[in-house]
C-alpha cells in the first residue's frame, strides 16, 4: 500500500515556475514508476509525465517537453514536478500517481494522491 499526498500548487502569472511535490508513505516507493497527472475543468485526465523506480528514465507529453522536468529522491520517498514557463493552459489538478511501470500514459496507475491545484492567469 501506498499513500500519496501532493503539495506546491498555487495561483502563478504566466511565465512563473511551480514545483510539485509528492511525499509518499511505505517502504516500497522506489519499487513504483511514478506519475504526475493532471485534469482541467470538463476536460479527462491527461499524462504530463512519469519517471521509472530508479529515475533513469523520464517521459513528458508533448505539451510540457521542455518546461517539466520530473525527478525523485528515493532516500526522501518524494517524487517533483518542476514547472517552468507556464501557461494559462497548463491550468489544472495535478494528481501523481504509482504504478508498476512507467511511460506516457495516464493509465495503468495503482495509487493516486488527492490533486493539487495549480493556476496560471493570463
Not at 498555487?10 to 515556475?17: E, F, I, K, M
Not at 507556464?86 to 494528481?95: F, G, I, M, R, S
Request: aromatic share 12%; glycine share 14%.
Amino acid at each position: 500500500q501506498v499513500q500519496l499526498v501532493e503539495s506546491g500548487g498555487g495561483l502563478v502569472q504566466a511565465g512563473g515556475s511551480l514545483r510539485l511535490s509528492c511525499a509518499a508513505s511505505g517502504r516500497t516507493f522506489s519499487s513504483y514508476a511514478m506519475g504526475w497527472i493532471r485534469q482541467a475543468p470538463g476536460k479527462e485526465r491527461e499524462f504530463v509525465a512519469a519517471i521509472s523506480w530508479s529515475g533513469g528514465n523520464t517521459y513528458y507529453a508533448d505539451s510540457v517537453k521542455g518546461r517539466f522536468t520530473i525527478s525523485r529522491d528515493n532516500a526522501k520517498n518524494t517524487v517533483y514536478l518542476q514547472m517552468n514557463s507556464l501557461k494559462a493552459e497548463d491550468t489544472a489538478v495535478y494528481y501523481c500517481a504509482a504504478g508498476l511501470v512507467a511511460g506516457n500514459s495516464h493509465t495503468g496507475y495503482n495509487y493516486w494522491g488527492q490533486g493539487t491545484q495549480v493556476t496560471v492567469s493570463s
